[in-house]
């Protein structure tokens, strides 16, 4: 023991330091090389391309300095922390050529395309060319070659401001008003500076992969998808989804909140209860629009609805089911879920698994004879589905009035495959998702994606007891099958409703923060909590208690007056 302690003794650091890789390769080097350095002599670095790494279980640039030893996993464009910092250095790319070649003009990078890019629009002049276009992207490839760093400094908050103010960025600074910590990270290129909601790569060699292509009054920023990360694929017609986005576009602006800033603006002034009540008007308004629609098509018995994760379907379905009430027309649901087939019968996936999202899941065949017959005006017993034995059993015994309309909800409700039977004029379908437009800035977004994980783990902690963790390890999974199943047919919905609230992460924040906050250091999920207790830091709250009893967000957060609201098999609420 004397011996041991004999041995421990102060001394002058080593010059070099060692970094330790999760397959047990250890890399050495002078102490304060900066990661990217170090992993660049790793042989796979560019296939995928390396764009980040984790240093001690926390996610860091590829500029970051080691000064000690370290536990260090390479993030590429494969992984959800890469493609993001990827997207968000493409972005900052963007926007520097763009003011260098327009300076007259502005540039607002808008919502996603599920191709894999982002919608942009011009903003002080009409939208640019083909010829235009063709020479924006010829300096972005110029500026690529070049191989520019992308400088990361700390500046002073007074500084940042006073240079988008030199810049006529004012939404930049209304948002920069409600920051709270002194400073702020400022990115440089060229003469263009910016801050971003996240990390950059280090120049502009890493950005290879992209492409500019025109739509509709704006041109969409492509880039590579996290399955084939130095592949553009085709670029779809979303024409439905692209309408959706600018209706929503069009509330932001009768509300006059554009950006993040805006809305707290609002939020300071006392105006809360305004925006909560005008939104979740326009919220009602789109409801019964799609209820008339229903109306109108008097051939439609089945009313088919689908939509990703936590959009908020089933309180819609609800007031979808009200709306139509009042409009005379009695709804009859159908719980999908009741037609899976016996849980020995599921398909698997490509890991072996029981795949439960996919379509074979389901007894595709009975339903459409079931729906059939209800429509003939024809008794049915409906199956029951026993998800703890994972056998169909004998459910009700039903009849289908010839004045009701079917309403059948689940995720593949705009899926061709799911009924091809039955005549398309028979069928509604309505595809409900959050469709967040409210971005920080208008080179800053929120991503749809981020508002409906928050919306998640906010109600899987309430209603079933889940950690964030929890949440979040799930989360790659279910986004996994809503790109399988869901995102693939949105376009083939005959209505679509944008379930987000301009309000809802200020009144989210307050909810989410503890349970974020309790994820462990050391978890690969705490990189995740940690970059959306971020983004949630822009948010000033809304109290829960302005949030009407029927609103949609209400599904997440509790209170709903329509949690008991049901619709009995004869037509009855």
């Given amino acids: 023991m004397n011996d041991t302690i004999n041995s421990v003794q102060f001394v002058q650091p080593r010059a070099t330091v060692e970094l330790h890789l999760p397959d047990g390769r250890v890399l050495s080097g002078l102490r304060g090389t900066r990661v990217g350095d170090f992993l660049k002599a790793v042989p796979e670095f560019e296939n995928p391309l390396v764009v980040g790494a984790i240093v001690n279980s926390e996610l860091r640039e590829l500029s970051y300095p080691i000064e000690m030893d370290s536990q260090v996993r390479p993030v590429t ?21 763009f003011e260098e070649l327009f300076p007259e003009a502005s540039l607002a990078v808008d919502h996603s395309v599920a191709s894999g890019g982002y919608f942009c629009q011009v903003i002080g002049r009409d939208p640019l060319t083909e010829d235009e276009l063709r020479r ?15 400088e990361r400094k700390e500046v002073a908050l007074e500084e940042a401001v006073a240079y988008f103010q030199g810049r006529g960025y004012e939404d930049k600074v209304r948002l920069l008003k409600y920051r709270q910590r002194p400073t702020l990270v400022l990115y440089r290129l060229l003469e263009h500076r910016d801050y971003h909601h996240g990390y950059m790569v280090p120049s502009t060699r890493f950005l290879r992969w992209f492409s500019l292509r025109p739509l509709t ?42 950006s993040v800033g805006a809305l707290n603006d609002a939020v300071q002034a006392g105006r809360a209860r305004e925006v909560i009540l005008v939104s979740e008007a326009l919220h009602e308004r789109q409801i019964a629009e799609i209820a008339e629609q229903i109306v109108r098509r008097q051939d439609a018995r089945i009313v088919l609805i689908a939509g990703p994760s936590s959009s908020g379907k089933t309180t819609f379905s609800k007031r979808l089911a009200v709306q139509l009430l009042a409009q005379g027309l009695s709804p009859f649901p159908i719980e999908m879920d009741n037609y899976f087939v016996n849980r020995e019968s599921t398909p698997l996936d490509e890991n072996g698994e029981r795949d439960y999202e996919a379509l074979g899941a389901l007894d595709t065949t009975r339903l459409a004879d079931d729906l059939r017959r209800l429509i003939r005006g024809e008794e049915v017993q409906l199956p029951r589905y026993n998800f703890k034995t994972g056998l169909s059993e004998p459910g009700e015994t039903v009849r289908v009035a010839s004045e009701q309309v079917i309403i059948l909800e689940g995720i593949h409700g705009l899926n061709p495959g799911l009924l091809p039977a039955i005549p398309v004029e028979q069928t509604f379908r309505v595809y409900v998702s959050c469709l967040t437009q409210l971005n920080l800035d208008r080179y800053n977004r929120v991503s749809t994606t981020d508002t409906r994980l928050i919306r998640r783990i906010v109600r899987d902690a309430r209603e079933r007891g889940y950690t964030a963790l929890q949440t979040i390890q799930r989360w790659e999974s279910v986004r996994r099958g809503e790109k399988r199943h869901i995102f693939p047919y949105q376009e083939n919905a005959d209505a679509m409703f944008n379930s987000a609230l301009v309000f809802e992460l200020s009144v989210l924040r307050q909810w989410v923060e503890p349970l974020l906050r309790q994820v462990p250091f050391g978890r690969p999920e705490y990189i995740e909590a940690k970059r959306l207790l971020a983004l949630l830091q822009w948010f000033l709250p809304i109290e829960e208690a302005l949030i009407p009893d029927n609103s949609l967000l209400r599904e997440f957060v509790g209170g709903s007056i329509l949690k008991e609201f049901k619709l009995w098999q004869n037509g009855q609420s």
């Fill in 217 to 258: 009054e704006g041109f969409v920023l492509q880039y590579p998808r996290r399955h084939a990360p130095t592949e553009l694929g085709p670029m779809p017609e979303y024409p439905r989804l692209l309408n959706t986005f600018r209706q929503y576009g069009q509330w932001l602006q009768r509300l006059e909140i554009e």
């Fill in 136 to 150: 924006l992207e010829q300096r972005m490839m110029e500026l690529v070659a070049m191989d520019l760093p992308l």
């Fill in 77 to 97: 464009m494969v992984d959800a922390d890469g493609a993001r910092i990827y997207r968000r250095s493409i972005t900052f790319l963007l926007e520097a050529a």
